[in-house]
């Protein structure tokens, strides 16, 4: 079976855990808890030495980091990752948009606020991270018009990747009204076969 | 004929040129000044709502952005990118790794530095950035114990996507005097058939 480690209220490991759900794949949960160190003991970075969740573990011992890699390994061969050439260069070029314009600014802000509890603490940086969180959150919603998914028109991987943390964009404070192509593909995305929920971590 | 929007000292922009050059595959360049806010012009951002360079456009017309997307894209089929599944989720393991670990430390490090030429305006943030970018260099050279290259012994566009930003990484004042094995590496990509350099536009 395939073991995952993850920390529930992580946008990352859900990613993980909404595909493997969609795809009807079992695996093992290993919690690691990052508030109180648990992904930089030496145990754990000798698993994975950047220090960071999820880490998806094969039934062959083989180890893959980074969350949006381990959702194309898993896509691949799959209906939620096209086959079209040019298709898949679209999802990894949402799923590199993804880690670099969105989390590090709207996953941050909810971390900050909503895990840490410091938004006082963070004020000053918390304005650079609103107003680049909304720049990214922009680019979705320009397109989204007329489009139901971001790639072909069909749900997969790049849609999974973004919704883990557009859809608790609100625990940074980012108000989402401005943007109803974007509350609209939510919903769809919510709407698909096997969705769960971030915390629900076994289903 | 493929068209690169680019921006000639981009590591980014950079990492598409080196494969391109590799691949033996010509290009029309159009240069965009990020400094001259080149990138950030309504015509421009129709070709990337996201206002950044590269950008590659196809034959057809159709466009790809995200260096790292345009690198999977180019370097599939080729001898770039492995054929085996789960090493080709490897490959994608260290680009997610560089662009979210490494690029917003190293290469914004050089950019305020070296390319702005504003060391002290940046000097609070700095040592967040020579913090964080020391903490990935160290993952690089803890990886390269035994390896010569990042994935499956062969060089290919993990290496060309790390390369980038690492090999001038001193003009983001980082001293790699302290990592032998990423010193090694590099030589072994400059070493590589096609090899061209950061600032050589047209080859």
Redesign the interface.
Known sequence: MLTLYDYLPSGNGYKVRLLLSQLGRPFELVEKDILKGETRTPEFLAIN??GRIPVLV?EDG?R???????L??LA?GTPYLPED??E???V??W???E???H??SIAVARFWIHSLGKRTEWAARLEEKWQRGHQALA?ME??LDGRRFFVGERYGIADIALYAYTHVAEEGEFDLSGYPRIRAWLDRVADQPGHVMITQGVF
């Open positions: 030495p950047n094969l083989r893959l980091a980074e969350s949006d890699a381990i194309f390994y691949e050439r040019f898949r260069a679209e990894l070029q799923l590199f948009f880690q670099y314009s989390e590090p680019v320009r397109h």
